[in-house]
Nanobody, 121 residues
């Protein structure tokens, strides 16, 4: 079955950088886009950005554009989210999922456990 294991989240200070990983299994990873989402406390889940099968990236959330970069390594069935110049408002649980997701991700019925990113000033 489809499974995602997100990791790399931790508590950091504003301005620092983090790289999150998403290890996928249960499907042909290289054949699918991968979407990164986040959910802040008390807020709806939102799409952070998407990487296509070919490695093109798109649909970055306006708030993270120019600071976050998505990449992938098909040989490792892994997608990455490089986050630079972190802000307190980036505090959230970060998730990945299969396919080119909608802004809300409401179409997904399965989510991994996510990885917590906490940014403090």
């Amino acid at each position: 079955q489809v499974q995602f294991v997100e990791s790399g989240g931790k508590s950091v200070q504003t301005g620092e950088s983090l790289t999150l990983s998403c290890v996928a299994s249960g499907f042909a990873f290289r054949s699918y886009s991968i979407s990164w989402y986040r959910q802040a406390p008390g807020k709806e889940r939102e799409l952070v950005g998407v990487i296509t099968q070919a490695g093109g990236t798109s649909n970055y959330l306006q708030a993270v554009r120019d600071r976050f970069t998505i990449s992938r390594d098909n040989a490792k069935n892994t997608a990455y989210l490089q986050m630079n110049s972190l802000k307190t408002e980036d505090t959230a649980v970060y998730y990945c999922n299969k396919g080119y997701g909608s802004p809300s991700g409401m179409e997904y019925t399965y989510w991994g456990q996510g990885t917590q990113v906490t940014v403090s000033s």
